[in-house]
């Protein structure tokens, strides 16, 4: 049966997968009512589109710090790509490169930095933890540069891991021909059984909670999980490159807004000082559309890279790339919009605005 949609790679991934990988990836933390949220606040905001436009012509390329992509549809830091498939951040790292588009490498990839850069040419990120020992960081942080990587996103909201009862029924431990090849040498590599969740027992072990705002790098920083216009005021103040719209997948801190609802906050208080970007919940075109709509500059997606991973290797990652690009585009088409700065507010409706007909003029 063909793939017509991002969504339907899940329960293939589903039955593809061992329990104890599909549960890692699709999983949320506790109650898991932020990971339904990520994609129900969606469907609570409406298109308001313009017609008799000509749309024969669609631009959807964009820069990103300074680095022109096709579409403002990136791949987000996902952990255990090979957990997925064999060939795991290989192929994720190829079919982003053929999309056009940029891959961010996560600190917790089964492959490393050079072997990624290998594949070939590519704009790539790499997503960093803030671990105890500062000199694996400085060490990371270099590995990354070299290898030609061109931006940092740093991870802000994991000073412990959040509670995945999926994670600990399994006892989830990575598989032991794998391991985390950024830490390989560095004695950080391997993840031990425990007796609840072999990950969050590494987290607590290596994980630097007394992060705040410091900097390590030459490369531009996108700060990795702001929800507020508070934080998003410090991340500029500290000098951020940018911000990235983040509740880790609801896999964090559970009953934090949907990403989609804390972007405009997020937005409003960055007043166009630096991009904001949003990831969780995208599926659709026209999530993309309704993101940029609310200011965002682009967004990235997590989930979908590992459930068509799963199913169908470097060809289901460009797959999904390719559908979610025709949906947008199409969204684009049919809201009257020919590149993407004719997206505005004016495009859509949400359950927050005031309603327009009590901004009427009385007769």
């Given at each position: ?9 899940e329960a293939?991934?589903?039955?593809k997968?061992?329990k104890m990988?599909?549960?890692y990836y699709?999983s949320?933390a506790?109650?898991?009512?932020t990971?339904?949220e ?12 313009r017609?008799l436009?000509d ?7 964009t820069t990103?710090?300074g680095?022109?992509?096709?579409m403002p ?8 790509q090979?957990m997925?498939?064999p060939e ?8 982003a490169?053929?999309?056009g588009t940029?891959m961010t490498?996560s600190?917790?990839?089964?492959s ?30 270099r ?5 030609g990587?061109?931006?940092i996103?740093l991870t802000?909201?994991?000073?412990k891991?959040?509670?995945r ?8 431990t990575?598989?032991p021909?794998?391991t ?6 560095l004695?950080l590599?391997?993840m031990d059984?425990?007796?609840?969740s072999g990950?969050?027992?590494?987290v607590?072990g290596q ?5 705040s705002?410091?900097t ?10 702001v929800?507020?216009a508070?934080?998003a005021?410090?991340?500029?103040q500290?000098g951020?490159?940018g ?7 609801a896999?964090?801190l559970?009953y934090?807004?949907a ?17 904001v970007?949003?990831d ?8 993309v ?5 609310l ?19 470097e060809?289901g ?13 199409l969204t684009?088409?049919l809201s009257?919009c020919?590149?993407?700065?004719e997206?505005t507010?004016?495009?859509?409706v949400t359950?927050?605005?005031h309603p ?6 009385k007769?």
């Amino acid at each position: 049966m063909e793939v017509t949609n991002v969504t339907e790679y899940e329960a293939i991934a589903k039955q593809k997968l061992p329990k104890m990988a599909f549960d890692y990836y699709a999983s949320g933390a506790e109650d898991e009512w932020t990971l339904a949220e990520n994609r129900n606040a969606f469907s609570r905001i409406l298109f308001r589109p313009r017609i008799l436009i000509d749309v024969s012509k669609i631009d959807m390329a964009t820069t990103v710090l300074g680095f022109k992509i096709s579409m403002p549809i990136m791949i987000a830091p996902t952990a255990f790509q090979k957990m997925a498939h064999p060939e795991g951040e290989y192929a994720t790292a190829r079919a982003a490169s053929a999309a056009g588009t940029i891959m961010t490498l996560s600190s917790w990839a089964t492959s490393s930095v050079e072997e990624v850069a290998s594949t070939g040419p590519g704009i790539r990120f790499f997503q960093l933890y803030v671990y105890k020992d500062r000199n694996v960081v400085a060490q990371l942080v270099r590995r990354a540069e070299r290898a030609g990587f061109k931006a940092i996103a740093l991870t802000v909201d994991t000073p412990k891991l959040g509670r995945r009862e999926a994670d600990i029924k399994n006892r989830f431990t990575l598989p032991p021909f794998l391991t985390l090849k950024n830490f390989e040498g560095l004695d950080l590599g391997k993840m031990d059984k425990a007796n609840d969740s072999g990950l969050a027992s590494y987290v607590a072990g290596q994980i630097d909670r007394t992060l705040s705002w410091k900097t390590i790098t030459k490369l531009p920083i996108l700060v990795k999980g702001v929800l507020t216009a508070e934080d998003a005021r410090l991340s500029i103040q500290a000098g951020a490159a940018g911000i990235i719209v983040s509740n880790h997948g609801a896999r964090q801190l559970d009953y934090v807004p949907a990403t989609i609802m804390a972007l405009e906050e997020v937005v409003k208080a960055a007043q166009g000082r630096v991009p904001v970007f949003l990831d969780g919940g995208v599926r659709r075109g026209t999530d993309v559309f309704k993101a940029l709509a609310l200011g965002a500059s682009g967004i990235f997606i997590g989930r979908p890279v590992v459930f068509s991973l799963a199913s169908e290797g470097e060809a289901g990652v460009r797959k999904v790339l390719q559908m979610l690009r025709e949906e947008f585009e199409l969204t684009m088409a049919l809201s009257g919009c020919r590149s993407l700065k004719e997206i505005t507010r004016d495009h859509i409706v949400t359950d927050w605005d005031h309603p327009r007909a009590r901004l009427a003029p009385k007769l």
